[in-house]
Protein backbone atom coordinates (compact mmCIF):
# COMPACT_ATOMS: atom_id res chain seq x y z
CA UNK A 1 0.00 0.00 0.00
CA UNK A 2 0.84 3.30 -1.13
CA UNK A 3 2.59 5.27 2.09
CA UNK A 4 2.04 2.57 4.46
CA UNK A 5 4.69 3.44 6.84
CA UNK A 6 3.96 7.17 6.95
CA UNK A 7 -0.03 7.13 6.69
CA UNK A 8 -0.19 5.05 10.12
CA UNK A 9 2.54 7.02 12.02
CA UNK A 10 0.58 10.44 10.87
CA UNK A 11 -2.81 9.00 11.40
CA UNK A 12 -1.63 7.87 15.20
CA UNK A 13 0.09 11.58 15.39
CA UNK A 14 -3.25 13.53 14.43
CA UNK A 15 -5.56 11.09 16.31
CA UNK A 16 -3.78 12.26 19.28
CA UNK A 17 -3.76 15.96 18.52
CA UNK A 18 -7.53 16.23 17.37
CA UNK A 19 -8.44 15.18 20.56
CA UNK A 20 -6.59 18.19 22.58
CA UNK A 21 -8.73 20.65 24.15
CA UNK A 22 -6.00 22.97 23.92
CA UNK A 23 -3.01 23.49 22.21
CA UNK A 24 0.55 24.07 24.20
CA UNK A 25 3.72 24.97 23.12
CA UNK A 26 4.50 21.71 24.45
CA UNK A 27 2.10 19.08 23.17
CA UNK A 28 2.90 21.12 19.86
CA UNK A 29 6.69 20.31 20.24
CA UNK A 30 5.81 17.09 20.75
CA UNK A 31 3.50 16.48 17.48
CA UNK A 32 6.10 18.35 15.22
CA UNK A 33 8.83 16.11 16.60
CA UNK A 34 7.05 13.09 15.67
CA UNK A 35 5.94 14.23 12.27
CA UNK A 36 9.25 15.00 11.32
CA UNK A 37 10.67 11.73 12.20
CA UNK A 38 7.79 10.27 10.41
CA UNK A 39 8.70 12.06 7.37
CA UNK A 40 12.05 11.41 7.77
CA UNK A 41 11.17 7.61 7.72
CA UNK A 42 9.81 7.76 4.48
CA UNK A 43 12.60 9.04 2.86
CA UNK A 44 11.48 12.72 2.18
CA UNK A 45 14.44 14.93 1.90
CA UNK A 46 15.70 16.58 4.85
CA UNK A 47 15.51 20.55 4.06
CA UNK A 48 11.80 19.77 3.21
CA UNK A 49 10.90 18.37 6.28
CA UNK A 50 12.60 21.22 7.73
CA UNK A 51 10.83 24.11 6.02
CA UNK A 52 7.17 21.73 6.20
CA UNK A 53 7.70 21.53 10.00
CA UNK A 54 8.58 25.18 10.28
CA UNK A 55 5.29 25.97 8.28
CA UNK A 56 2.80 24.01 10.48
CA UNK A 57 4.40 25.64 13.34
CA UNK A 58 4.47 28.89 12.31
CA UNK A 59 0.83 28.71 11.18
CA UNK A 60 -0.79 26.56 14.29
CA UNK A 61 0.83 28.92 16.52
CA UNK A 62 0.36 32.30 15.25
CA UNK A 63 -3.30 31.69 13.27
CA UNK A 64 -6.99 32.33 15.05
CA UNK A 65 -8.97 28.74 16.11
CA UNK A 66 -11.95 28.79 13.54
CA UNK A 67 -15.35 28.42 15.51
CA UNK A 68 -16.64 25.23 13.66
CA UNK A 69 -13.23 23.83 14.85
CA UNK A 70 -11.81 22.35 18.26
CA UNK A 71 -8.07 23.44 18.38
CA UNK A 72 -6.67 20.04 18.29
CA UNK A 73 -8.99 19.60 15.09
CA UNK A 74 -7.30 23.25 13.28
CA UNK A 75 -4.13 21.75 14.42
CA UNK A 76 -5.06 19.13 11.87
CA UNK A 77 -6.39 20.87 9.41
CA UNK A 78 -3.02 22.79 8.76
CA UNK A 79 -1.20 19.48 8.84
CA UNK A 80 -3.07 18.53 5.75
CA UNK A 81 -3.19 21.71 4.16
CA UNK A 82 0.68 21.42 4.53
CA UNK A 83 0.76 18.37 3.19
CA UNK A 84 -1.53 19.38 0.37
CA UNK A 85 1.03 22.12 -0.85
CA UNK A 86 3.97 19.55 -0.20
CA UNK A 87 2.27 17.24 -2.72
CA UNK A 88 1.80 19.73 -5.32
CA UNK A 89 -0.76 21.97 -4.04
CA UNK A 90 -3.25 21.96 -6.99
CA UNK A 91 -4.18 19.61 -9.92
CA UNK A 92 -2.18 20.07 -13.32
CA UNK A 93 -3.73 18.54 -16.03
CA UNK A 94 -1.79 17.08 -19.45
CA UNK A 95 -1.24 20.23 -22.05
CA UNK A 96 -3.55 19.12 -25.14
CA UNK A 97 -2.62 21.23 -27.75
CA UNK A 98 -5.54 23.14 -29.62
CA UNK A 99 -3.92 22.68 -32.90
CA UNK A 100 -3.37 18.71 -32.96
CA UNK A 101 -1.41 15.82 -32.54
CA UNK A 102 -0.57 16.56 -29.27
CA UNK A 103 3.04 15.02 -28.59
CA UNK A 104 3.60 13.86 -25.49
CA UNK A 105 7.37 12.44 -25.11
CA UNK A 106 8.23 10.20 -22.10
CA UNK A 107 11.06 10.11 -21.13
CA UNK A 108 13.20 8.31 -18.10
CA UNK A 109 15.62 5.45 -17.29
CA UNK A 110 15.38 2.12 -18.11
CA UNK A 111 13.36 -0.20 -15.86
CA UNK A 112 11.09 3.29 -15.11
CA UNK A 113 8.14 1.32 -17.07
CA UNK A 114 8.05 4.03 -20.07
CA UNK A 115 6.46 1.43 -22.34
CA UNK A 116 3.52 0.16 -20.33
CA UNK A 117 3.07 3.72 -19.01
CA UNK A 118 2.79 4.78 -22.98
CA UNK A 119 -0.03 2.25 -23.18
CA UNK A 120 -1.64 3.06 -19.92
CA UNK A 121 -1.49 6.82 -20.94
CA UNK A 122 -2.93 5.93 -24.38
CA UNK A 123 -5.88 4.07 -22.73
CA UNK A 124 -6.63 6.81 -20.52
CA UNK A 125 -6.31 9.28 -23.54
CA UNK A 126 -8.84 7.60 -25.42
CA UNK A 127 -11.44 7.44 -23.00
CA UNK A 128 -11.62 10.96 -22.51
CA UNK A 129 -12.34 11.03 -26.83
CA UNK A 130 -8.89 11.31 -28.10
CA UNK A 131 -7.17 8.91 -30.86
CA UNK A 132 -3.59 8.47 -29.87
CA UNK A 133 -0.48 6.67 -31.88
CA UNK A 134 1.88 5.46 -29.62
CA UNK A 135 5.36 5.92 -31.08
CA UNK A 136 8.84 2.92 -30.52
CA UNK A 137 11.68 5.20 -30.41
CA UNK A 138 13.76 3.14 -27.92
CA UNK A 139 15.49 0.96 -30.95
CA UNK A 140 18.09 -0.26 -28.46
CA UNK A 141 16.66 -2.35 -25.85
CA UNK A 142 16.17 -6.03 -27.16
CA UNK A 143 12.31 -6.82 -27.62
CA UNK A 144 11.33 -3.01 -27.37
CA UNK A 145 9.63 -2.53 -30.42
CA UNK A 146 7.90 -5.75 -29.62
CA UNK A 147 6.67 -4.91 -25.92
CA UNK A 148 5.03 -1.54 -27.10
CA UNK A 149 3.21 -3.82 -30.15
CA UNK A 150 1.75 -6.18 -27.71
CA UNK A 151 0.77 -3.63 -25.40
CA UNK A 152 -0.79 -1.63 -28.66
CA UNK A 153 -2.58 -4.89 -29.40
CA UNK A 154 -3.85 -5.88 -26.06
CA UNK A 155 -5.76 -2.31 -26.09
CA UNK A 156 -6.60 -1.73 -30.01
CA UNK A 157 -4.51 1.12 -30.53
CA UNK A 158 -2.11 1.62 -33.35
CA UNK A 159 1.90 1.89 -32.94
CA UNK A 160 4.01 3.16 -34.99
CA UNK A 161 7.83 1.61 -35.82
CA UNK A 162 10.15 1.04 -37.77
CA UNK A 163 12.30 -2.23 -37.14
CA UNK A 164 15.81 -2.71 -37.59
CA UNK A 165 16.11 1.70 -38.58
CA UNK A 166 17.69 3.26 -35.73
CA UNK A 167 17.28 6.78 -36.64
CA UNK A 168 15.21 7.75 -33.59
CA UNK A 169 14.68 11.20 -35.26
CA UNK A 170 13.64 10.34 -38.53
CA UNK A 171 11.15 7.42 -37.00
CA UNK A 172 9.72 10.53 -34.40
CA UNK A 173 9.64 12.81 -37.20
CA UNK A 174 7.77 10.06 -39.89
CA UNK A 175 5.10 9.33 -36.57
CA UNK A 176 3.96 12.85 -37.01
CA UNK A 177 3.22 12.51 -40.43
CA UNK A 178 1.36 8.95 -40.21
CA UNK A 179 -0.71 10.53 -37.17
CA UNK A 180 -1.88 13.59 -39.07
CA UNK A 181 -2.63 11.27 -42.11
CA UNK A 182 -4.03 8.48 -39.95
CA UNK A 183 -6.01 11.40 -37.53
CA UNK A 184 -4.33 10.40 -34.97
CA UNK A 185 -4.79 13.48 -32.10
CA UNK A 186 -1.91 12.34 -29.72
CA UNK A 187 1.36 11.02 -30.33
CA UNK A 188 2.97 9.20 -27.45
CA UNK A 189 6.66 8.90 -27.86
CA UNK A 190 8.56 5.98 -25.98
CA UNK A 191 12.32 6.98 -25.58
CA UNK A 192 15.03 4.55 -25.11
CA UNK A 193 16.40 4.95 -21.41
CA UNK A 194 20.00 4.10 -19.61
CA UNK A 195 20.48 1.84 -16.12
CA UNK A 196 22.29 4.89 -15.35
CA UNK A 197 21.95 9.09 -16.91
CA UNK A 198 24.31 9.05 -19.37
CA UNK A 199 25.87 12.52 -22.19
CA UNK A 200 24.21 10.04 -24.71
CA UNK A 201 20.95 9.55 -23.56
CA UNK A 202 20.86 13.12 -22.73
CA UNK A 203 21.38 14.49 -26.28
CA UNK A 204 19.50 11.98 -27.98
CA UNK A 205 16.26 12.90 -25.80
CA UNK A 206 17.34 16.41 -26.82
CA UNK A 207 17.71 15.93 -30.46
CA UNK A 208 14.27 14.32 -30.04
CA UNK A 209 12.84 17.26 -28.40
CA UNK A 210 14.56 20.05 -31.33
CA UNK A 211 12.69 17.50 -33.73
CA UNK A 212 9.18 17.03 -32.80
CA UNK A 213 9.07 20.08 -30.19
CA UNK A 214 6.43 18.22 -27.98
CA UNK A 215 3.69 20.03 -25.97
CA UNK A 216 4.29 17.70 -23.22
CA UNK A 217 7.58 15.58 -21.54
CA UNK A 218 6.98 13.96 -19.12
CA UNK A 219 9.26 11.63 -17.06
CA UNK A 220 8.76 8.61 -16.07
CA UNK A 221 10.33 7.16 -12.16
CA UNK A 222 9.74 4.13 -10.03
CA UNK A 223 8.12 5.44 -6.67
CA UNK A 224 9.83 2.71 -4.93
CA UNK A 225 13.45 4.11 -5.25
CA UNK A 226 12.62 6.72 -2.89
CA UNK A 227 14.79 9.66 -2.87
CA UNK A 228 16.88 8.43 -6.47
CA UNK A 229 13.39 8.91 -8.23
CA UNK A 230 13.58 12.66 -7.11
CA UNK A 231 17.67 12.56 -7.74
CA UNK A 232 16.89 11.12 -11.71
CA UNK A 233 14.04 14.07 -11.72
CA UNK A 234 16.06 16.81 -11.11
CA UNK A 235 18.72 15.66 -13.71
CA UNK A 236 16.11 15.13 -16.32
CA UNK A 237 14.56 18.48 -15.43
CA UNK A 238 18.19 19.97 -15.50
CA UNK A 239 19.46 18.54 -18.78
CA UNK A 240 16.07 17.91 -21.02
CA UNK A 241 13.38 19.93 -19.10
CA UNK A 242 10.46 18.50 -17.94
CA UNK A 243 6.42 19.40 -17.69
CA UNK A 244 5.73 16.75 -15.30
CA UNK A 245 6.22 13.69 -13.62
CA UNK A 246 4.24 9.92 -13.56
CA UNK A 247 5.68 7.95 -10.65
CA UNK A 248 5.10 4.31 -11.39
CA UNK A 249 4.76 1.61 -8.99
CA UNK A 250 3.18 3.82 -6.34
CA UNK A 251 0.99 1.40 -5.16
CA UNK A 252 4.53 -0.54 -4.02
CA UNK A 253 5.95 2.25 -2.26
CA UNK A 254 5.44 1.95 1.70
CA UNK A 255 7.35 4.78 2.56
CA UNK A 256 6.18 7.90 -0.38
CA UNK A 257 9.30 9.63 -0.19
CA UNK A 258 9.31 10.44 -4.07
CA UNK A 259 5.81 11.77 -4.15
CA UNK A 260 6.33 13.81 -0.81
CA UNK A 261 9.71 15.42 -2.36
CA UNK A 262 9.60 15.87 -6.06
CA UNK A 263 7.70 18.50 -6.73
CA UNK A 264 9.71 20.83 -4.21
CA UNK A 265 12.58 19.74 -5.56
CA UNK A 266 12.03 20.28 -9.49
CA UNK A 267 9.21 22.58 -9.10
CA UNK A 268 7.49 20.11 -11.72
CA UNK A 269 4.03 18.70 -10.61
CA UNK A 270 3.07 15.08 -10.68
CA UNK A 271 0.71 13.93 -12.67
CA UNK A 272 -0.28 10.61 -13.24
CA UNK A 273 0.61 7.94 -11.04
CA UNK A 274 0.79 4.06 -11.98
CA UNK A 275 -1.43 2.33 -9.06
CA UNK A 276 -0.61 -1.07 -10.15
CA UNK A 277 0.04 -3.35 -13.21
CA UNK A 278 -2.91 -3.56 -15.46
CA UNK A 279 -3.36 -1.51 -18.49
CA UNK A 280 -6.20 0.15 -17.09
CA UNK A 281 -4.29 1.08 -13.42
CA UNK A 282 -3.45 5.16 -13.68
CA UNK A 283 -4.68 7.36 -12.02
CA UNK A 284 -4.89 11.29 -12.07
CA UNK A 285 -2.37 12.47 -9.49
CA UNK A 286 -4.93 14.81 -7.17
CA UNK A 287 -2.87 16.44 -4.22
CA UNK A 288 -5.54 16.83 -2.12
CA UNK A 289 -6.94 13.38 -2.72
CA UNK A 290 -3.75 11.94 -1.68
CA UNK A 291 -2.83 14.33 1.56
CA UNK A 292 -6.85 13.47 2.97
CA UNK A 293 -5.61 9.22 1.90
CA UNK A 294 -2.22 9.60 3.56
CA UNK A 295 -3.97 11.20 6.97
CA UNK A 296 -6.93 8.50 7.18
CA UNK A 297 -9.28 11.24 5.70
CA UNK A 298 -10.45 8.55 2.51
CA UNK A 299 -10.50 9.51 -0.74
CA UNK A 300 -14.63 9.42 -1.75
CA UNK A 301 -14.22 11.66 -4.53
CA UNK A 302 -12.13 8.82 -6.54
CA UNK A 303 -14.19 5.87 -5.45
CA UNK A 304 -16.94 8.36 -7.41
CA UNK A 305 -14.82 8.50 -10.26
CA UNK A 306 -14.33 4.78 -10.69
CA UNK A 307 -18.00 4.05 -10.54
CA UNK A 308 -18.73 6.68 -12.78
CA UNK A 309 -16.53 5.25 -15.51
CA UNK A 310 -17.55 1.77 -14.42
CA UNK A 311 -21.31 1.44 -13.62
CA UNK A 312 -23.53 1.13 -16.57
CA UNK A 313 -26.31 3.00 -17.01
CA UNK A 314 -28.63 0.50 -18.84
CA UNK A 315 -27.31 -2.32 -17.20
CA UNK A 316 -28.98 0.11 -13.76
CA UNK A 317 -31.83 0.32 -15.73
CA UNK A 318 -32.49 -3.40 -16.44
CA UNK A 319 -31.88 -4.14 -13.03
CA UNK A 320 -34.24 -1.92 -12.17
CA UNK A 321 -37.11 -3.17 -13.90
CA UNK A 322 -35.73 -7.06 -12.45
CA UNK A 323 -36.37 -4.78 -9.45
CA UNK A 324 -40.14 -3.36 -9.75
CA UNK A 325 -40.81 -7.18 -11.02
CA UNK A 326 -39.78 -7.97 -7.26
CA UNK A 327 -37.15 -10.30 -9.45
CA UNK A 328 -33.28 -10.08 -8.87
CA UNK A 329 -31.62 -13.52 -9.72
CA UNK A 330 -28.00 -14.72 -10.11
CA UNK A 331 -27.95 -13.22 -13.75
CA UNK A 332 -28.37 -10.33 -12.20
CA UNK A 333 -25.89 -10.89 -9.17
CA UNK A 334 -23.39 -11.81 -11.98
CA UNK A 335 -23.86 -8.94 -13.80
CA UNK A 336 -23.64 -6.47 -10.96
CA UNK A 337 -20.41 -8.39 -9.95
CA UNK A 338 -18.57 -7.58 -13.42
CA UNK A 339 -19.63 -3.73 -12.93
CA UNK A 340 -17.84 -4.13 -9.32
CA UNK A 341 -14.90 -5.63 -10.59
CA UNK A 342 -14.52 -2.82 -13.67
CA UNK A 343 -13.85 -0.34 -10.52
CA UNK A 344 -10.62 -2.31 -9.84
CA UNK A 345 -9.69 -4.87 -6.85
CA UNK A 346 -11.71 -4.14 -3.51
CA UNK A 347 -8.66 -4.31 -1.67
CA UNK A 348 -7.82 -0.53 -3.54
CA UNK A 349 -11.11 0.81 -3.37
CA UNK A 350 -11.76 0.08 0.91
CA UNK A 351 -8.59 2.00 1.15
CA UNK A 352 -9.71 5.08 -0.14
CA UNK A 353 -12.63 5.03 2.26
CA UNK A 354 -12.21 7.73 5.42
CA UNK A 355 -11.00 5.48 8.44
CA UNK A 356 -9.78 2.56 5.87
CA UNK A 357 -6.53 2.72 8.66
CA UNK A 358 -8.81 0.38 10.90
CA UNK A 359 -9.95 -2.12 8.61
CA UNK A 360 -6.59 -3.17 8.48
CA UNK A 361 -7.10 -6.12 10.17
CA UNK A 362 -9.46 -7.12 7.58
CA UNK A 363 -8.00 -9.79 4.66
CA UNK A 364 -9.91 -8.69 1.33
CA UNK A 365 -8.98 -11.15 -1.31
CA UNK A 366 -10.24 -10.42 -4.60
CA UNK A 367 -9.65 -13.90 -5.59
CA UNK A 368 -13.19 -14.91 -4.20
CA UNK A 369 -14.94 -12.49 -7.01
CA UNK A 370 -13.42 -15.54 -9.56
CA UNK A 371 -14.78 -18.14 -6.67
CA UNK A 372 -18.18 -16.51 -6.90
CA UNK A 373 -17.99 -16.40 -10.98
CA UNK A 374 -17.07 -19.88 -11.60
CA UNK A 375 -19.91 -20.59 -9.24
CA UNK A 376 -22.39 -19.00 -10.72
CA UNK A 377 -21.22 -20.10 -14.00
CA UNK A 378 -21.24 -24.09 -13.40
CA UNK A 379 -25.18 -23.69 -12.54
CA UNK A 380 -28.09 -24.27 -15.25
CA UNK A 381 -30.08 -21.16 -16.52
CA UNK A 382 -32.85 -22.52 -14.68
CA UNK A 383 -30.87 -22.67 -11.65
CA UNK A 384 -29.20 -19.11 -12.00
CA UNK A 385 -33.13 -17.59 -12.61
CA UNK A 386 -34.47 -19.89 -9.85
CA UNK A 387 -32.32 -20.19 -6.79
CA UNK A 388 -34.59 -22.73 -5.14
CA UNK A 389 -33.98 -25.46 -7.00
CA UNK A 390 -30.49 -25.77 -5.58
CA UNK A 391 -31.23 -28.95 -3.29
CA UNK A 392 -28.32 -30.88 -2.31
CA UNK A 393 -27.22 -33.03 -5.25
CA UNK A 394 -27.33 -29.88 -7.57
CA UNK A 395 -25.17 -27.67 -5.07
CA UNK A 396 -22.64 -30.64 -5.05
CA UNK A 397 -22.66 -31.07 -8.89
CA UNK A 398 -21.89 -27.46 -9.21
CA UNK A 399 -19.12 -27.82 -6.46
CA UNK A 400 -17.32 -30.06 -9.01
CA UNK A 401 -17.90 -28.01 -11.93
CA UNK A 402 -16.91 -24.74 -10.38
CA UNK A 403 -13.69 -26.69 -8.23
CA UNK A 404 -15.23 -25.57 -4.63
CA UNK A 405 -16.35 -27.06 -2.07
CA UNK A 406 -20.05 -27.20 -1.03
CA UNK A 407 -19.75 -25.10 2.18
CA UNK A 408 -18.47 -22.73 -0.18
CA UNK A 409 -21.64 -23.08 -2.26
CA UNK A 410 -23.62 -22.89 0.97
CA UNK A 411 -22.01 -19.67 2.01
CA UNK A 412 -22.58 -17.91 -0.80
CA UNK A 413 -26.29 -18.58 -1.16
CA UNK A 414 -26.49 -17.25 2.26
CA UNK A 415 -24.93 -14.15 1.43
CA UNK A 416 -26.68 -13.91 -2.04
CA UNK A 417 -30.09 -14.16 0.00
CA UNK A 418 -28.73 -11.82 2.09
CA UNK A 419 -28.28 -9.14 -1.28
CA UNK A 420 -31.16 -10.19 -2.87
CA UNK A 421 -33.78 -8.85 0.43
CA UNK A 422 -31.30 -5.44 0.07
CA UNK A 423 -31.71 -5.01 -3.30
CA UNK A 424 -35.49 -5.65 -3.27
CA UNK A 425 -35.46 -2.52 -0.77
CA UNK A 426 -34.16 -0.49 -3.81
CA UNK A 427 -36.74 -1.13 -6.00
CA UNK A 428 -38.41 2.46 -5.87
CA UNK A 429 -38.99 3.35 -9.18
CA UNK A 430 -35.91 5.22 -10.40
CA UNK A 431 -33.70 3.83 -7.53
CA UNK A 432 -30.81 2.56 -9.26
CA UNK A 433 -30.93 5.34 -12.27
CA UNK A 434 -30.70 7.67 -9.45
CA UNK A 435 -28.00 5.76 -6.92
CA UNK A 436 -25.43 6.13 -10.12
CA UNK A 437 -26.28 9.37 -11.08
CA UNK A 438 -26.39 10.78 -7.72
CA UNK A 439 -22.53 10.01 -7.85
CA UNK A 440 -21.61 13.45 -8.32
CA UNK A 441 -21.76 13.89 -3.77
CA UNK A 442 -21.94 17.94 -3.60
CA UNK A 443 -21.43 17.15 -0.21
CA UNK A 444 -18.04 15.92 -0.60
CA UNK A 445 -17.01 19.86 0.24
CA UNK A 446 -18.74 19.93 3.41
CA UNK A 447 -16.91 16.97 4.32
CA UNK A 448 -13.43 18.25 3.71
CA UNK A 449 -14.10 21.31 5.74
CA UNK A 450 -13.97 18.85 8.75
CA UNK A 451 -10.78 17.15 8.05
Known sequence: MAFEGLSSRLQEITRKIKGEARITESNMKEMLREVKLALLEADVNYKIVKEFIANIQEKALGQDVMKSLKPGEQVVKIVRDELVELLGGTDSKINISSNPPTVIMLIGLQGAGKTTMAGKLANYLRKDGKKPLMVACDVYRPAAIKQLQVVGAQLNIPVYAEEGNQDVIGIAKRSLNTAMSKLNDVVIIDTAGRLQIDEKLMEELQNIKKAVKPHEILLVVDAMTGQEAVNVAENFNEKVGIDGVVLTKLDGDTRGGAALSVKKVTGKPIKFAGVGEKLNELEVFHPDRMASRILGMGDVL????KAEQALDLEEAEKLEKQLQKNKFDLDDYLAQLKQIKKMGSVSS?????????KLKD????????????????????????????????RRKRIAKGSGTQVHDINKFMESFEMTQKMMKQMKTKGGMRRMMKGLKLDQIDDFKDLM
Open 362 to 393: IEVDDKEFIKIEAIITSMTAKERKNPSLLNGS
Open 302 to 305: SIVE
Open 349 to 357: ILKMLPGAN
